[in-house]
T-cell receptor
C-alpha cells in the first residue's frame, strides 16, 4: 500500500458529462501529481501541485482542471467528456515536489466514457 | 521533447532464466532516470533512480544500469512474482514531470 488514496476506483459516464476524481496524498507529502494512462499513449503527466499551488503543467487539456486544497487533498475535474478521455487516471505524491523525488502512486481511477 | 522507448514490449521467461530490459532515451539535460514496476490494477511502484552514466543500482534480483543513451534493467534468476510491467521514465532539464516509456510486460513462467 503506497499510502495514496484515490476515489472512486471506477467511474462510468456519458459523453459531454463532467466528473471529479479525488486524491489524498501520503501523510506528510506536500506535492501531488496527476497522470493519465492509456494503452496507446502510456503514462502522460498532466499537472503538479505543491502545497496548494500549481507548480508544473504537462499535457493537460483545457477541459481538465485540478486543484489542491488546504488539507493537501487534490481533485481533478474533467468536463465535456469525450470517448477518448477513457483512461486510467493516477494520482501520485512526493514529499517536496523536487525533480528527482520518487513518486508514490495511488491505485488509480478507471474512467469509462460511453 | 524528451522521448523514452522501451524494448521489448513483452517478454516471457522461464523461472531462473536471466534477461535484460532496455530503455532508450533522448533528453535535454538528464536530471534523473527512473524505473518503476506496475502490477495489474495498481499504480506504478518506485524501484530505482539513476543520475549519471556508469551508475548502477541493485535490489534483490534486479540491477539497473545507465549509459548516456540507454538504461538496462537486468533481472537475474527471476521468480514468478517478478512478473509485472516495468516502466522507465526520465526527467529532463527542460521538462515538467516525468516522461514515461510504454513499458515492458514481463511474464515469468514457473
Amino acid at each position: 500500500d503506497s499510502g495514496v488514496t484515490q476515489t472512486p476506483k471506477h467511474l462510468i459516464t456519458a459523453t459531454g458529462q463532467r466528473v471529479t476524481l479525488r486524491c489524498s496524498p501520503r501523510s506528510g507529502d506536500l506535492s501531488v501529481y496527476w497522470y493519465q494512462q492509456s494503452l496507446d499513449q502510456g503514462l502522460q503527466f498532466l499537472i503538479q501541485y505543491y502545497n496548494g499551488e500549481e507548480r508544473a503543467k504537462g499535457n493537460i487539456l483545457e477541459r481538465f482542471s485540478a486543484q489542491q486544497f488546504p488539507d493537501l487533498h487534490s481533485e481533478l475535474n474533467l468536463s465535456s467528456l469525450e470517448l477518448g478521455d477513457s483512461a486510467l487516471y493516477f494520482c501520485a505524491s512526493s514529499v517536496a515536489g523536487g525533480a528527482n523525488e520518487k513518486l508514490f502512486f495511488g491505485s488509480g481511477t478507471q474512467l469509462s466514457v460511453l | 521533447e524528451d522521448q523514452v522507448t522501451q524494448s521489448p514490449e513483452a517478454l516471457r521467461l522461464q523461472e531462473g532464466e536471466s534477461s535484460s530490459l532496455n530503455c532508450s532515451y533522448t533528453v535535454s539535460g538528464l536530471r534523473g532516470l527512473f524505473w518503476y514496476r506496475q502490477d495489474p490494477g495498481k499504480g506504478p511502484e518506485f524501484l530505482f533512480t539513476l543520475y549519471s552514466a556508469g551508475e548502477e543500482k541493485e535490489k534483490e534480483r534486479l540491477k539497473a544500469t545507465l549509459t548516456k543513451k540507454e538504461s538496462f534493467l537486468h533481472i537475474t534468476a527471476p521468480k514468478p512474482e517478478d512478473s509485472a510491467t516495468y516502466l522507465c521514465a526520465v526527467r529532463g532539464g527542460g521538462a515538467d514531470g516525468l516522461t514515461f516509456g510504454k513499458g515492458t510486460h514481463l511474464i515469468i513462467q514457473p
